[in-house]
């Protein structure tokens, strides 16, 4: 059976140059393409592949905004560029629909979504190891041709992927719920802090003096690109509003509880959403771990985080997650480290052996 040797990766964006990264590893060559020229010779020189000089390929993966996958589909396919063909857009339906009014040939074409990214966006910001262990989904069709299946699935594979095999609608659905609406809310919340702009050039408000890690938590996806945003969200809107509403309403309960002081109402709110919570999964998509958090205070200063891990590995501690949070005007910050709770205490002495000061919540 001939293996994934080929692949033409269109769109030289994040995930397409984090692709392209990833099948160089793998040993395969990779050609690329995008309208952006700067962007094919940023990524070439990134050495995720060279530019495409229209040699057909085994696999061509569409890394386009979703509202443009049909239209390139169809050109690729009338210029016989690729055995098969599979995207990495969010929204896969109207996506594929909008291929079938096109004529293109649906059964080399398995739509595909990989559930990774960053704030960041551009070749510069891509990494081979950005799919490591993250979902991958694939949406075939009941006529989509078994070799353009293996040819996906090996796509997967070699990115490092987990496949999740789902229908296109049943897709939407769900990211509708999990990233979609997601994004709308943290962008909700962080244009209310245009309200608190200061009337003097120089003046920054109180609100952002007193900003913490969960403002940053909950705004740290705002930052997408508009376009690529306004074409998802257009490609799946009926779901997203549908979760949007859910939200919604339960923020309007809150608004109008606390309004009356019904403390119970927040209280289920709170509670919900613990629970929620706790349905996301942890490390390698495992259920959800309760860890012990240290908190310990670093100086601002280079090698200190380097001599944070190295003395967590004297100890012999697995670090399973760390987060930073920065004192504003001050020269240190506050690194939350989330450990076995078997491990808190030998790797709390270790630490305050070495010089840290240590809490744990």
Not at 42 to 52: F, H, K, N, S, Y
Not at 173 to 184: D, F, G, I, R, T
Not at 266 to 279: A, K, N, T, V, Y
Not at 319 to 331: A, F, K, N, Q, Y
Request: proline share 6%; charged share 25%.
């Amino acid at each position: 059976m001939q293996k994934l040797s080929t692949v033409l990766v269109v769109g030289v964006g994040l995930i397409g140059t984090s692709i392209a990264l990833a099948l160089r590893s793998g040993g395969v060559t990779v050609a690329l393409s995008d309208v952006d020229e700067d962007a094919v010779r940023l990524a070439r020189e990134l050495r995720a592949g060279e530019p495409w000089q229209g040699e057909p390929v085994d696999l061509g993966v569409l890394a386009v905004p979703p509202d443009l996958i049909a239209e390139v589909l169809a050109d690729l396919q009338k210029r016989g560029a690729a055995r098969a063909y599979t995207d990495v857009a969010s929204v896969k339906a109207e996506p594929t629909a909008a291929a079938a009014r096109l004529g293109c040939d649906l059964t080399t074409f398995v739509p595909g979504h990989p559930l990774a990214g960053r704030e960041r966006s551009g070749p510069a910001a891509a990494r081979a190891d950005l799919f490591l262990g993250r979902p991958w989904a694939l949406c075939p069709e009941p006529g989509t041709s078994a070799d353009a299946l293996r040819l996906a699935r090996e796509l997967i594979s070699l990115c490092g992927g987990k496949e999740v095999t789902v229908g296109a609608r049943e897709h939407d659905e769900a990211v509708a719920l999990v990233s979609h609406a997601p994004h709308v809310v943290s962008a909700a919340v962080a244009a209310a802090l245009q309200g608190a702009d200061g009337h003097e050039p120089d003046h920054r408000p109180v609100a952002m003096e007193l900003a913490g890690q969960g403002l940053r938590d909950v705004t740290r996806i705002a930052g997408g690109d508009v376009r690529l945003w306004r074409a998802i969200l257009a490609g799946n809107a009926l779901p997203v509003a549908d979760a949007v509403d859910g939200i919604a309403r339960d923020l309007a309960r809150s608004a109008a509880a606390l309004r009356i002081g019904d403390l119970d109402a927040i209280s289920d709110l709170l509670q919900r959403g613990i629970s929620g919570r706790g349905r996301i999964p942890g490390k390698h998509g495992e259920p959800a771990r309760d860890y012990a958090v240290l908190q310990v205070v670093l100086q601002d200063r280079p090698g200190e985080l380097g001599r944070l891990f190295n003395a967590s590995g004297l100890a012999e501690v697995n670090i399973e997650d760390v987060r930073l949070e920065h004192s504003p005007g001050l020269p240190v910050a506050v690194a939350e480290i989330s450990v076995r709770p078997q491990d808190s205490g030998r790797l709390t002495d270790a630490l305050r052996f070495h010089g840290w000061h240590v809490s744990t919540t």
